[in-house]
């Protein structure tokens, strides 16, 4: 039996999706940059989706930033953020993804700006508190913190948040991409001056997604060479990458209480499975709670097979993750567990959902599971 409960990491691709994207990959081929008839059907069709994707967000049209996924977005708004707006100080947390992490960290290194980390409650919640505390402390600030965590499923408290940045004259930047298409979202009310989408998290392609930037704030280029995304992304824009992108965004909000719900069955049908049949097992950060419900984060008890866990996972068909993709392969404990103070000597598993997963498979997981410990 073949299982994937690796959706965090990235999610199959719709059918809707490709065949919505299928015209442009093989007949719709103009560059959107061109003024001919060819051109102009393209740059409609990125037009279009620019305007869909906004509506869903309750945003403008011209406040979407296509980009090659979450990662490069995450880079604009902090690379370019800091070099357009003035920024001298960063607040951050130590849970975020290596794309904000590693960004921000070379920022520092650079001397452009100086990190703050804010302080962390049990299991991993933010401690907004400390958040204020550091906001009355710094000028010329830019909070950039995550709204759903892609390990633990913390949820950060995201409009209380862009209240204190608003009421402190700060920038705030976060990485939505585990929330959108898992979500009702409205940027206005979460108070977002930049904010980070992936289209593969919602069964959208690879390599496309975009960033929010308020309005308000105007960056500077990020990729020179060219006036399109209206002079911040030289490049030829990905049309058939875009189309799909917001096909898929069309498709998750359109389905999104009913894929929830079905989610969220399998996610309670799965940590009631799992407590009757381990001993001693426990869920990281809010992942067994109210957190992000696409995401599980497993504690299994101490074992001599942790090392093979995933490996033994995979020979019997089960595409699960110890962490963040971005870690895949290396032999390093997870960034984010180290941070909440999680018992690093017990094995730790990421089982993440999609609308397309059943109880099968998760009987399957299950019996798996406690054949392997």
């Not at 904000?100 to 290194?109: D, K």
């Not at 302080?119 to 995550?146: P, R, T």
């Not at 002079?231 to 999104?256: F, K, M, Q, S």
């Amino acid at each position: 039996m073949k299982v994937y409960l690796d959706n965090a990491a990235s999610t199959p691709l719709d059918p809707e999706v490709l065949d919505a994207m299928l015209p442009y990959m093989r007949d719709k081929h103009g560059n959107p940059s061109s003024i001919h008839a060819y051109g102009r059907e393209t740059r409609a069709a990125i037009d279009d989706a620019r305007r869909r994707i906004a509506d869903h967000l309750h945003v403008s049209p011209g406040e979407i930033f296509f980009t090659s996924g979450g990662t490069e977005a995450n880079n604009m708004a902090l690379q370019s953020g800091v070099s357009s707006l003035g920024i001298k100080n960063v607040i951050s947390s130590k849970l975020e993804h290596h794309a904000v992490l590693h960004t921000l960290e070379f920022l520092e290194a650079q001397g452009k700006v100086k990190l703050h980390w804010v302080n962390l409650k049990e299991g991993g919640a933010i401690d907004l508190g400390h958040v204020e505390q550091l906001l009355s402390e710094n000028d010329q600030v830019m909070v950039s913190l995550m709204h759903a965590n892609n390990e633990i499923g913390n949820l950060l408290p995201t409009a209380e948040t862009g209240t204190l940045c608003q009421a402190n004259d700060a920038v705030f930047h976060s990485d939505t991409v585990q929330a959108i298409g898992h979500y009702h979202l409205d940027f206005q009310e979460l108070k977002l001056d930049m904010a980070a989408c992936s289209g593969h998290k919602f069964h959208g392609p690879k390599s496309t997604g975009f960033l929010y930037v308020n309005g308000d704030r105007a960056l500077q280029p990020f990729i020179y060479g060219g006036p399109q995304e209206r002079n911040r992304r030289g490049g030829t824009e990905n049309v058939y990458g875009i189309v799909g992108l917001a096909r898929a965004l069309d498709i998750a909000i359109e389905n999104l209480d009913r894929d929830r719900a079905h989610i969220e069955g399998l996610k309670a049908y799965l940590i009631t499975g799992l407590q009757n049949a381990i001993d001693d097992v426990h869920f990281n950060g809010e992942s067994g709670g109210d957190g992000l419900y696409t995401v599980l984060n497993v504690s299994l008890p101490i074992t001599e097979k942790r090392e093979m866990l995933l490996f033994n996972f995979d020979i019997n068909g089960i595409a699960v993750s110890g962490g963040s993709a971005c870690s895949s392969g290396v032999n390093e404990d997870s960034h984010v567990l180290s941070a909440i103070g999680a018992d690093m000597e017990r094995p730790s598993v990421r089982i993440s959902f999609s609308k397309l997963n059943s109880k099968d498979e998760i009987d399957y997981l299950v019996k798996t599971l406690v054949e392997i410990l």
